[in-house]
């Protein structure tokens, strides 16, 4: 039981790259989301996913998109990167009670 | 959206110390969960706790949801209980887990 897994966990881009972080679920659970934390602050909600084929906007969505493929899988895409979107990503899934998140992605855009 | 606060935004303690760590919230919650993120950036669940009060070891929770605030109780703190801690709420209205900006804590030996 891997519970949630993303990939990659660390990654380095070049400004105007593009880039998917994945992330997995084996506990069946309807929703799930992405976070991002940026150095000593708390997590801030880019997108998220109520069930499979709806997504819906959270608090930083902008330079994001995001993919429900099926009920295990949520993707977060940028299609170019900027240095702002450097920071530690996490997503998470939730069934009706609690939260599981993964281990994160470290991301920098240089 | 709903509003999540947390206090104190920092707080360092003696090892073997108590503390009380505090959330507010701005509306009616059907999802309430205290997490402990540890120096390596790990989020560990501690406590689901929508309404009630719950005890695991030296931590204790309590959610009072009528007045819209949570505690955290950590008794006889060790340096390992350092890191931030997080509330995060999902609101009866909808779908969103929002977090509150957490409270650092550090506990010196």
């Known amino acids: 039981n891997a519970g949630v897994t993303q990939t990659p966990k660390f990654q380095v881009l070049k400004t105007g790259q593009s880039m998917t972080l994945q992330c997995a679920q084996d506990?069946?659970?309807?929703?799930m989301y992405w976070y991002r934390q940026d150095p000593g602050m708390g997590l801030r909600l880019i997108y998220y996913?109520?069930?499979?084929?709806?997504?819906d906007k959270g608090e930083v969505p902008n330079g994001y998109n995001v993919s429900r493929l099926n009920k295990r899988e949520f993707s977060l895409r940028l299609e170019s990167a900027a240095p702002s979107q450097t920071s530690v990503y996490f997503c998470?899934?939730?069934?009706?009670?609690?939260?599981?998140f993964g281990q994160g992605t470290r991301l920098t855009v240089v | 959206g709903i509003q999540v606060e947390q206090s104190p935004p920092d707080l360092i303690l003696q090892e073997g110390a108590n503390s009380t760590l505090r959330c507010n919230f701005s509306?009616?919650?059907?999802?309430l969960q205290w997490f402990h993120q540890n120096p390596w950036g790990q989020l560990i669940n501690l406590f689901y706790?929508?309404?009630g009060t719950k005890q695991n070891g030296r931590l204790s929770a309590t959610t009072v949801a009528t007045e819209r605030y949570s505690l955290l109780y950590i008794s006889s703190s060790q340096t390992t209980d350092s890191g931030v801690y997080f509330c995060a709420v999902r609101g009866n209205a909808g779908n969103m887990l929002t977090f509150g900006g957490g409270t650092r804590l550090m506990v010196k030996p």
């Open positions: 509306d009616s919650v059907n999802n």
């Open positions: 998470a899934s939730s069934p009706a009670r609690g939260a599981f």
């Open positions: 506990m069946n659970h309807n929703s």
């Open positions: 996913s109520a069930s499979e084929g709806t997504t």
């Open positions: 706790i929508p309404s």
